[in-house]
Each structure stands twice: as C-alpha cells, then as structure tokens.
C-alpha cells in the first residue's frame, strides 16, 4: 500500500441497505477525513478524526458514522442508504497543523438506487 | 458563517496565462491551499500559502492577500493537460480545511 487507499472503487447500493466504504492510510497521519463530491456543491466534509479513538462531525454528518479504532484505518458506514446518498465519496489523511497539505484516495463512486 | 468563492468556469488558450481568483471567510485563518483535480480524479496538492505574497513553483504561482481575504492561482504557458478544475481551500481557526466549488479550467486549442 503507499498512501491512501479507498474500497471499493465504485458500487451500485439498494436503498435501505446498510453499506461500508474503506479507507487505509500508510502515512502514520494522525488526521483522516470523509468528503462527498457533488457536482456544483464541492467537497464537503461529512465526518473527521483528529487522532486514533476520536472523531468529529462534519458538515453533511446525518446518515453517516465512522469510527477509528487505529491510526491507518478509518471506515465510514451508511446505516440505510438512500438515494440522496448518490455521490462520489474521497477519503484524505493528512499530519494536522499548519501547512500540512491533505491526501485524497482515489475515491468511491457510489450510486443508491 | 464560513464561505469560499470562485469562478465556475474560465476558458483560456493553449500557451497563454490564467488567473482563478478566490475568497474566503473564515473563522480564523491558518493558510490557503490551491488543488488540482482532473476529471474522475481525486484532488492533489498545488500550493499553501499563509503570509501575503507570491509563491511561485514552476507554472504555477500563488498569490495571498490576508487583509482582502483573497488569493489567485496564477497558470502561465498553458498546456492542454492542465484542462482540470481547481479547487481553493482555507484552512480554519481549528485546522478544518474549507473548501470552494472548484473552477473548471478549459483550455482551448
């Protein structure tokens, strides 16, 4: 693994289903964030952990949760998805503090239908 | 509350310079970061700036203005894969990035 990697890549998703994106980091970075993309809205932040154990609401946090059990690992779940959930989801970790730039997965395309 | 603005979309020429401007609000300010992100891609890093002035790395330069809370990426001998958006970022009192829509950047023959 070198830097930041989301799974899957993309996925079609049955509203009401319950869903997991992952993302694994192997840059030791103490910060690591979820972001959805739409087009015309930008990246917007759904939920942040600033180290191992803790983590944060974001902007657009309703209907999302995360936990971060260990430095490199830092899952987000839709518990019921539902269709307004369509977007393309990008993982980023970065050392925290200032001037420390963000990394970005690849990011999960995920289509609720 | 907490904004950024910037163009949707500019159109410049192969071989020409552009400039996307940017400004911000912000709950205290820790920086401004420049990203690049081309079509179906993820974002990746351009530039931070956190004292007024230019940064100029190669093509590309930065441009802070802390009192107008204003910044610009500056492209210069534009090349066709440079066609992507880019997105303005500030970072905030509490080192939370945020982030503009993007400017979709074309670049015409």
């Known amino acids: 693994i070198a830097g930041i990697t989301q799974a899957p890549t993309s996925q079609i998703l049955a509203a009401g289903r319950r869903m997991t994106l992952r993302c694994t980091q192997d840059m030791r970075h103490n910060a690591m964030y979820w972001y959805r993309q739409d087009l015309g809205l930008g990246l917007r932040l759904i939920h942040y952990?600033?180290?191992?154990?803790?983590?944060g609401k974001g902007e657009v946090p309703d209907g999302y949760s995360v936990s971060r059990a260990n430095t490199d690992d830092f899952p987000l779940t839709l518990a019921s998805a539902v269709p307004s959930q369509t977007s393309v989801y990008f993982c980023?970790?970065?050392?925290?503090?200032?001037?420390?730039?963000?990394?970005f997965g690849q990011g999960t395309r995920l289509t609720v239908v | 509350g907490q904004n950024i603005d910037q163009p949707t979309e500019m159109t410049a020429t192969e071989g020409a310079i552009v400039q996307i401007n940017c400004t911000y609000q912000?709950?205290?300010?820790?920086?401004l970061f420049w990203y690049q992100q081309h079509a179906g891609e993820a974002p990746t890093f351009l530039s931070y700036?956190?004292l007024d002035g230019l940064e100029e790395k190669g093509r590309f330069s930065s441009f802070l203005s802390r009192s107008k809370g204003y910044s610009y990426l500056l492209l210069k001998e534009l090349q066709m894969k440079d066609s992507a958006s880019y997105l303005c970022?500030?970072?905030?009192?509490?080192?939370?990035?945020?982030w503009g829509a993007g400017t979709k950047l074309i670049i015409k023959p």
């Open positions: 912000t709950s205290g300010f820790n920086g």
């Open positions: 970022a500030a970072l905030d009192s509490n080192y939370q990035l945020i």
């Open positions: 700036n956190v």
């Open positions: 980023a970790s970065s050392a925290r503090g200032e001037g420390t730039e963000a990394f």
């Open positions: 952990s600033n180290t191992a154990g803790t983590t």
